[in-house]
C-alpha cells in the first residue's frame, strides 16, 4: 500500500487496533503486534503529532438530547467561496464541512436538539452568508450504518 507519510505495516496495524478500541493500552497492542510498549507508545506519539490520527471520545448525539440531524447541501456563488467556507468553519454546530464535487459546493452536517434549531441554524446563520445561494437540507430519520474503522 503506497502512502504519503511513510506509514508501515506495523503503523497500519496499531491503526487498525486503535480504530476498534482507542482505549486499547499500548501493552496489549505490543503483545498483539510482538514489539515492545516503547515502540507502540512513540510509533502513536508520531501518529499523532502528524495528524494521521486523533484519539478522542465520540459521543452519541442522539444520548445527549440532539435528537435532529442533518444534511445541508450548501449551494454558493462560486467567486465567494472561499468566504462562505470562512464563515461555515465559524458555526459549531456543523461538526462536518466538506467541498464537494456536483451540484453544491459544500456539504454539511449537523445535530441539533430541535427542528426550530435547525430552521435557525439556517435562516439565521448560513441563509445570512454572503454567497450563499440556496441550501438543500435532509433530516436523517435513521442511520443504518455508521463506523469509523476504514479498509485499508
Known amino acids: 500500500m503506497k502512502n504519503t507519510y511513510g506509514l508501515d505495516h506495523v503503523d497500519l496495524k496499531i491503526i487498525k487496533i486503535l480504530q476498534r ?3 486499547t493500552p499500548n501493552t496489549d497492542i505490543a503483545r498483539l503486534l510482538d514489539v515492545s510498549e516503547s515502540t507502540v507508545r512513540n510509533r502513536i506519539a508520531r501518529l499523532i503529532e502528524k495528524d494521521v490520527i486523533q484519539i478522542v471520545a465520540v459521543a452519541d448525539p442522539f444520548k445527549l438530547g440532539l435528537d435532529i440531524a442533518a444534511s445541508i447541501k450548501i449551494h ?4 465567494k467561496a472561499d468566504h462562505v467556507a470562512m464563515e461555515l468553519e465559524k458555526i459549531e454546530s456543523l461538526w462536518y464541512i466538506t467541498l464537494a464535487t456536483g451540484a453544491s459546493t459544500f456539504n454539511a452536517e449537523v445535530y441539533v436538539r430541535t427542528i426550530n434549531d435547525l430552521q435557525s441554524l439556517l435562516k439565521d446563520r448560513i441563509w445570512k452568508i454572503d454567497g450563499v445561494t440556496h441550501t438543500e437540507t435532509s433530516v ?3 442511520y443504518l450504518k455508521r ?6
Open 21 to 23: 478500541d482507542g482505549r
Open 76 to 79: 454558493v456563488d462560486i467567486q
Open 140 to 142: 436523517v430519520m435513521d
Open 147 to 152: 463506523e469509523y474503522c476504514w479498509d485499508f
